[in-house]
């Protein structure tokens, strides 16, 4: 068990960029989730993956995220034209399937928008 | 709504002293689990307490639940500086695939 490993872990890009990163979940979690975390608050749920299939997306997720889960391993997280108010820590987590499973989070990718 | 809101918002202690964190939610709940996240870090699982237990022990840590009061709480006993951390409590309900996370409450132990 290697744990969570997201990449980069800091990325500071220009309003307007695009960005995408990476979470690799432990090899054996089949469920997926990514949340987003502003200073002071806790982290509120993004979209969440069972396999390859996103099967729910937070409407706090504007037209401009989109993630994806190709084979059911990886997942990458695309934020396009981005905006000051998308700086925040980006984080991923995985589960197994079963009630109860906790989840483990990776450290996070700190998103700094100038 | 099936958050967990944690109370209080901020707690300072002093090394060795115990620390209660408290968490009331609104749903009926299947289990109900804390987390910790040191700063800059992610959150790492701590205990969870299924809806038919009432107390559950793991080290230095207590939790208990009141499924009637929908609430629940987290003792840390003997705090150390190291168990400086904001802690989350995330109730899940049935057949739910997903955890929602209040503010937290934002623990300082001073040495």
């Known amino acids: 068990d290697t744990g969570v490993s997201q990449n980069p872990r800091h990325k500071i890009t220009k309003r307007g960029q695009n960005v995408t990163f990476r979470c690799d979940p432990i090899s054996e979690h089949n469920r997926l989730y990514w949340y987003r975390q502003t200073l002071g608050q806790g982290p509120e749920f993004l979209t969440y993956?069972?396999?390859?299939?996103?099967?729910?997306k937070s409407r706090l997720l504007s037209d401009r995220f989109s993630a994806e889960r190709p084979k059911g391993s990886f997942s990458t997280l695309e934020i396009q034209r981005t905006e000051q108010g998308d700086s925040a820590m980006y984080l991923c987590a995985s589960s197994p399937t079963g009630e109860g499973s906790p989840l483990h989070f990776g450290n996070g990718t700190r998103l700094t928008v100038t | 709504s099936q958050q967990g809101e944690e109370d209080p918002q901020a707690l300072s202690i002093q090394e060795g002293e115990n620390a209660t964190m408290n968490c009331s939610y609104k749903t009926s709940i299947n289990n109900l689990q804390w987390y910790r996240q040191n700063s800059g870090r992610g959150l790492v699982h701590l205990i969870l307490?299924?809806?038919?237990?009432r107390e559950k022990h793991s080290g230095r840590l207590r939790v208990t639940l009141d499924t009637s009061k929908k609430s629940s709480s987290l003792l840390i006993t003997a705090s150390r500086a190291a168990d400086t951390a904001s802690y989350f409590c995330a109730p899940r309900m049935d057949s739910s695939y997903k955890l929602i996370f209040g503010s937290g409450t934002r623990l300082l132990v001073r040495p």
């Open positions: 307490i299924r809806s038919n237990e």
């Open positions: 993956f069972q396999n390859e299939a996103q099967l729910e």
